[in-house]
């Protein structure tokens, strides 16, 4: 009998995996692979000042190719739960409708994943023509530190070796078959600080003020594009995100101003570079008046692309198949785990809608559950054909 993906889906919600919370997500998972004759193994990290984590690392078949298919198990806080009309971790269906926390972020897409991966075993013999993975995290929606960064160098010290990976973020803006995401930006987070000489307002000329400068900096700093987008990626973009100097006084002039900075770069740029050309664009418009710095957050988000050629077309084919669809070839959104997985193979990510995600009320048709395994499914046919 195949696996119910709606069923599992309906399971996984029912367990309260709230980061750091295993919620008896992960048990589950690890029943369910058991069952089907994967090795499983449970790993748990821990790091000074941190909550310790559970992972699941899981795998059948030997040899290549080698299909990862990662995720994570943990969610987000329910926020308020009266203003939930069905209960975050009832897992009731109304309407053709599942409703709970991680329905499409992203339970119901590691259940088509076990769906769709317990149906190909037992229609291959027992085992896949090569190996198939499952790398499970209980850290993604927090700290990330604890997660998929460290299972994923468990796994290669264990000397795995992986040729692709599928990750089931949620990628579709509207309907199923929308949209794959090949890449992602990078992310770089800094502080801008100018220094001034503190003094009285009525006295500007014994003071220095910052607030001067880093005004100066800033419209210097957001006057020129960084660049005019790429093949695969838009424009990068840096974004001022607060200017602070926490003076509440009305007659002092203060000594420093700060204002704090994302960027989300494409792939013209390498990390080093970005932040030389930041820096040179500061030095040029401070000229020899303005004491400013600039304040680099230490960040594991770098750009990559995994670039369109047959594993995108097999996956993209796939999708067809199922939906209709051909879906759009994305490197927009936010960072993900893809970030750490682009290191040990190339990834892509697809799975369910993304309007749902981290809201009041996040649902998934059931429909769209069904139709994700049957895509998960053909994937693994054709992958290991
Ligand atoms: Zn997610």
Redesign the pocket.
């Known amino acids: 009998m195949a696996a119910d993906p709606v069923a599992l889906a309906a399971d996984l919600i029912r367990c309260p995996s709230v980061t750091p919370a295993e919620g008896g997500a992960l048990a589950l998972v690890e029943r369910v692979l058991k069952a089907a004759g994967f090795t499983v193994h449970r790993v748990t990290f821990a790091d000074p000042g941190t909550d310790p984590v559970e992972n699941l690392f899981a795998r059948i078949g030997s040899g290549s190719p080698h299909l990862m298919f990662a995720g994570?198990t943990d969610v987000v806080p329910a926020g308020d739960e009266a203003k939930w009309t069905h209960a975050p971790f009832a897992s009731e269906i109304a309407g053709g409708v599942l409703y709970g926390r991680g329905a499409v972020?992203?339970k119901g897409a590691i259940a088509a994943k076990l769906a769709a991966a317990l149906d190909y075993v037992a229609a291959n013999g027992g085992k896949p023509k090569g190996s198939l993975s499952f790398l499970l995290t209980g850290d993604?929606?927090g700290i990330a530190v604890n997660g998929t960064v460290k299972l994923l160098k468990w796994a290669a010290e264990r000397g795995e070796k992986f040729d692709h990976c599928i990750l089931g973020?949620?990628t579709n803006p509207q309907v199923l078959g929308d949209m794959v995401k090949i890449g992602r930006r990078g992310s770089q987070n800094g502080t801008l600080i100018v220094t001034g000489t503190q003094g009285h307002v009525a006295y500007p000329e014994l003071a220095d003020n910052p607030v001067r400068g880093i005004v100066a900096l800033i419209a210097a700093l957001n006057a020129e594009p960084l660049d005019a987008g790429s093949q695969h990626f838009g424009p990068s973009n840096l974004e001022f995100t607060s200017i602070d100097v926490g003076n509440t006084t009305v007659n002092l002039i203060p000594a420093e101003a700060r204002a704090r900075f994302n960027i989300r770069f494409n792939d013209h740029h390498s990390r080093a570079a970005l932040r030389a050309l930041i820096e040179a664009r500061a030095r040029r418009a401070a000229g020899e008046h303005i004491r400013w710095r600039i304040d680099w957050e230490p960040s594991n988000a770098d750009v990559f692309l995994t670039a369109p050629g047959p594993f995108v077309e097999m996956v993209s084919g796939a999708i067809r198949e199922v939906t209709g669809r051909t879906p759009v070839l994305s490197t927009t959104g936010g960072t993900?785990d893809a970030r750490f997985i682009k290191d040990y193979c190339p990834v892509i990510e697809f799975g369910l809608l993304s309007q749902e995600?981290h809201k009041v009320d996040e649902h998934v048709a059931t429909a769209d559950l069904v139709a994700l395994t049957a895509i998960y499914r053909r994937i693994l046919d054709r992958y290991f054909a």
């Open positions: 994570h972020d992203m993604e929606e973020e949620p993900s995600m």
